[in-house]
T-cell receptor, first 111, second 112 residues
Framework: DAKTTQPPSMDCAEGRAANLPCNHSTISGNEYVYWYRQIHSQGPQYIIH???NNETNEMASLIITEDRKSSTLILPHATLRDTAVYYCIVRVAGTGNQFYFGTGTSLTVIP | NAGVTQTPKFQVLKTGQSMTLQCAQD?????MYWYRQDPGMGLRLIYYSASEGTTDKGEVPNGYNVSRLNKREFSLRLESAAPSQTSVYFC???????????FGEGSRLTVL
């Protein structure tokens, strides 16, 4: 199964865009990229997912490079409530629907 | 709609004791999962159930057993608890095709 690499921590000024990178160089053609976040010790929360095209929803945008070896999650106007650990996950293809989380990026939004 | 409900929320065990963590979802999802999260670490998959009647091992299955009791319920059992199993346990569910995971609030387990 493909693995992901994320920076352990990042800071972002409140109101600015937060750009969180993820490398997934061994991703297979039919594997999706998912992003989740975990605030404090709550259960992780789904943010967005994509296959090859860029995606946008009310929470964030996902930019996937053309070779699909990396992606960037963009929070367009970060707020203090966006302080959380962000996980980039590649969905394993095949039977079942397994998700493997790494250690993620701890994003701190600074006032 | 309660979503994913886990019980108990907190538990303290002594080494060697057994216990079962219960998980139930009311979203009619096919797939269910158990993760553990150690302090400062990401989530690691223990076991999952792609659909009712099936279970498979994840990254860290040793020391655990699971039962997919029916479509709604997926339990995690520790037969002989060890201090290394001190962790926060999260149950999650998903529709197979959509991929979005819905998590419970977590169960904090301490093994002395």
């Amino acid at each position: 199964d493909a693995k992901t690499t994320q920076p352990p921590s990042m800071d972002c000024a409140e109101g600015r865009a937060a750009n969180l990178p993820c490398n997934h160089s061994t991703i297979s053609g039919n594997e999706y990229v998912y992003w989740y976040r975990q605030i404090h010790s709550q259960g992780p929360q789904y943010i967005i997912h994509g296959l090859k095209n860029n995606e946008t929803n009310e929470m964030a945008s996902l930019i996937i490079t053309e070779d699909r070896k990396s992606s960037t999650l963009i929070l367009p106007h970060a707020t203090l409530r966006d302080t959380a650990v962000y996980y980039c996950i590649v969905r394993v293809a095949g039977t079942g629907n397994q998700f493997y989380f790494g250690t993620g990026t701890s994003l701190t939004v600074i006032p | 709609n309660a979503g994913v409900t886990q019980t108990p929320k907190f538990q303290v065990l002594k080494t060697g004791q057994s216990m079962t963590l219960q998980c139930a979802q009311d979203m009619n999802h096919n797939s269910m999962y158990w993760y553990r999260q150690d302090p400062g670490m990401g989530l690691r998959l223990i076991y999952y159930s792609a659909s009712e009647g099936t279970t498979d091992k994840g990254e860290v299955p040793n020391g655990y057993n699971v039962s997919r009791l029916n479509k709604r319920e997926f339990s995690l059992r520790l037969e002989s608890a060890a201090p290394s199993q001190t962790s926060v346990y999260f149950c999650a569910s998903s529709e197979v095709l959509s991929g979005e995971l819905f998590f419970g609030e977590g169960s904090r387990l301490t093994v002395l």
